[in-house]
């Protein structure tokens, strides 16, 4: 068996991989048929762990194929799943035999149930909600059994409706009134209509294929919570994820009444550099160069997105009406469009004439088709230097919600950092060790360093915090662990498999590795400890690979050999000095007690549908959040600044600048990067006292 790796680490998508199983050719003409069967063979042979396609799995899927499709029971009836639970040990063989009776059964009767949900839907928003009657909403759907009859899904419906029409009401409400008057409630039933509608129509849009994926991928998920299944589109998408940039007009859209709509103008895409459309454009029709125009009004959000994306430098022509109802045509030439919010960026913080450097990192990009072109690592190195060359005395790395990206630029990007040695070690199929180096001894940033995580830092990050952990090159600070996902995906391309055929068959992202610490215990499940604790609102929320369901076991290996970093003297003190400093913060004590506050709403799964009961929890709510008012008034002492060799260009351009202001204001409010930088005094000082000790016996 021929591989060759790139890996990639994502928490939803992850890795990507090239992957060649033997030459085997597969000739059944039924699509869905034929992607089970490539599905089945390929994570027999290439899963991590060992496949067992039996009635413990049967029923697995079983139970997760219905809750992706009804997870909150409005459709399906009782009588319903007792006719599904005839397969729920069979759906083995069914997998085995290519067989599709199951997913026909299910989609068929999703379908006509969905249908029927509209047409009560119809009846319910006709007859004016009764406020005062007294009854609950239970949110408790886990717990909750399908519905006996029609009739009490249609009361289900009705319930949910109210409630948003309720919740809608009192927001534009507030305290003024103790009633719902008539212009209230039908502006509120309004905004419910249209947000409902729009749910119908994408449900609508959704056609068989979409509906086999999620098939697909509950029996995938059962193997572990990374390995999925990409429908063509899903894996273009990934691809721009990954890369940052596509090539197109620069334009988010959105589908809402039928229409496609820009929400969005992309700065640096070529909507934006020629002023060519605006936002809240509705595009009715699309054409190519020479050719005729194709009406776009109805059509599936993705199918038009299709036709609007091109290759750079080539010409679209959009029919629009503009937000004063005027029509006109207009020529665009595609271009590539980067998002700039995929790539790191970089700040000066000034605190008391002292400057440190701040860089965000979202996400370890790539563009894996020419990796020179443009990878994170390169670019935190640049803004490194740029940084340097403002006098920064050090640094912060955010990585808070960065879910992954390429190993190859978290193996880099933890070189400039290290002297050299070991960055990360993957274990394969078979117990097959590879220990990745960082063997370029040239170090960009040898000063104090810290690295700020949380529960959404996954996989590459992990790499990057645990091997700087190791090393001591850095204190790692924020949430108590990262995510805890210690596990190597690669991306396989199913057309390999097959030949003479029209289908597009998508790609599989699958689970081949584990990937370890250079100590050697791994991340999975138990993630990356930080050396100092900041509690955050949403700590008892989430719990990482803990809440997924089916994630590989934690385990350990032999540790590389590696050499700590010396660079730094008293580390316990600084991290016992933070970690106390921080416990006896008053704000941060009050941020611990709105997280408990949180979990207890997030708990609570019972909702009033009566105006006044409602009208009582929402006020107890906005009582109990008086006592976290003071949080968002608060405000660091530190000053943010443009880099000397961006000033003038983003000075220079309006949007430019006004997205920076609004950064560095979001930055203002942030503890996190206020404690980072109390660090990095303590460290810079230490460092300072040393020198000056050592220059003293010299």
Do not use: C
């Amino acid at each position: 068996m021929n591989k060759k790796f790139e890996y990639l680490f994502l928490i939803i998508p992850l890795l990507i991989i090239g992957f060649t199983f033997s030459n085997k050719k597969f000739s059944d003409p039924n699509k869905d048929k034929l992607l089970i069967e490539i599905v089945k063979y390929v994570v027999e042979k290439g899963h991590y762990n060992n496949i067992e396609i039996n009635d413990d799995l049967s029923e697995k899927l079983y139970i997760s194929f219905i809750d992706q499709l009804d997870s909150q029971k409005r459709f399906f009836l009782k009588s319903d799943i007792k006719i599904f639970e005839k397969y729920k040990y069979k759906l083995d063989d069914q997998i085995k035999n290519y067989d599709l009776s199951f997913f026909n059964l299910v989609f068929e009767t999703i379908k006509t149930r969905f249908d029927e949900v509209q047409k009560y839907y119809d009846e319910i928003i006709k007859n004016p909600f009764d406020f005062k009657s007294k009854e609950n909403l239970n949110l408790d759907f886990e717990n909750k059994d399908y519905s006996k009859n029609k009739n009490e899904v249609k009361q289900r419906w009705r319930k949910q409706l109210k409630f948003s029409t309720l919740d809608i009401a009192l927001l534009k409400l507030g305290d003024s009134l103790n009633f719902i008057n008539d212009r209230v409630y039908n502006e509120s039933l309004a905004i419910v209509k249209k947000n409902t509608e729009d749910f119908f129509e994408f449900y609508n849009d959704m056609d068989r294929d979409d509906w086999f994926s999620s098939y697909i991928n509950s029996f995938l998920n059962q193997l572990d919570p990374h390995t999925f299944y990409f429908q063509p589109d899903d894996k273009e998408r990934f691809d721009v994820n990954i890369s940052g940039k596509f090539n197109g007009i620069g334009a988010r859209l959105t589908k809402t009444e039928g229409t496609i709509k820009i929400v969005e103008i992309i700065i640096g895409g070529p909507i934006w550099k020629d002023k060519l459309l605006d936002v809240g454009d509705i595009i009715l029709k699309v054409s190519q160069e020479d050719e005729e125009p194709v009406d776009v009004v109805g059509v599936k959000l993705d199918d038009a997105i299709k036709l609007i994306k091109g290759p750079a430098k080539s010409y679209v022509t959009l029919t629009v009406k503009k937000m004063d109802g005027s029509i006109k045509d207009v020529k665009i030439m595609r271009d590539v469009v980067e998002l700039e919010e995929v790539y790191a960026k970089s700040t000066l913080i000034n605190k008391e004439n002292i400057n440190y450097g701040y860089i965000s990192l979202p996400k370890f990009y790539v563009d894996f088709s020419d990796y020179k072109n443009r990878n994170s690592a390169e670019d935190v190195k640049n803004h490194i230097i740029k940084l340097k060359n403002n006098g920064m005395q050090g640094l912060i790395l955010d990585l808070r919600n960065n879910g992954g990206g390429s190993l190859q630029t978290v193996v880099d990007m933890t070189g400039l950092f290290i002297e050299k040695g070991p960055v990360v070690q993957v274990k394969s199929i078979g117990n097959r060790k590879q220990v990745l180096y960082d063997r370029n001894p040239e170090i960009v940033w040898d000063g104090p360093l810290v690295v700020l995580i949380n529960e959404m830092s996954a996989s590459a990050s992990e790499i990057l915090a645990a091997a700087l952990q190791d090393y001591k090159r850095a204190v790692i600070i924020g949430s108590e662990k990262s995510f805890g996902k210690g596990t190597v995906q690669n991306i396989i391309d199913l057309n390999k498999f097959i030949s003479n055929s029209d289908f597009d068959m998508g790609a599989i992202k699958i689970t081949t590795d584990k990937f370890y610490r250079i100590n050697g215990e791994s991340v999975q499940l138990e993630g990356v400890k930080s050396d100092v604790v900041i509690p955050d609102s949403y700590m008892h929320i989430f719990n990482g690979e803990r809440d997924e369901k089916n994630p590989l076991k934690w385990d350990k290996i032999d540790a590389a050999y590696f050499t700590a970093w010396n660079g730094f003297k008293n580390f316990s003190l600084i991290t016992n000095n933070a970690q106390n400093r921080i416990n006896s913060n008053n704000y941060l004590q009050l941020i611990s007690k709105r997280a408990d506050w949180i979990k207890e709403q997030r708990d609570n799964k019972l909702i009033p549908l009566n105006f006044s009961s409602y009208k009582n929890y929402i006020e107890n709510n906005k009582e109990r959040n008086k006592l976290f008012e003071s949080l968002s008034e608060y405000s660091n002492d530190l000053n943010f600044k443009l880099l000397k060799s961006e000033k003038e260009f983003i000075l220079s351009n309006k949007e430019l600048l006004s997205n920076r202001n609004r950064w560095h204001k979001n930055l203002k409010k942030d503890i996190f990067i206020s404690e980072g930088v109390n660090i990095l005094e303590q460290i810079f000082s230490n460092k300072s006292s040393s020198e000056m000790i050592l220059a003293i016996k010299e």
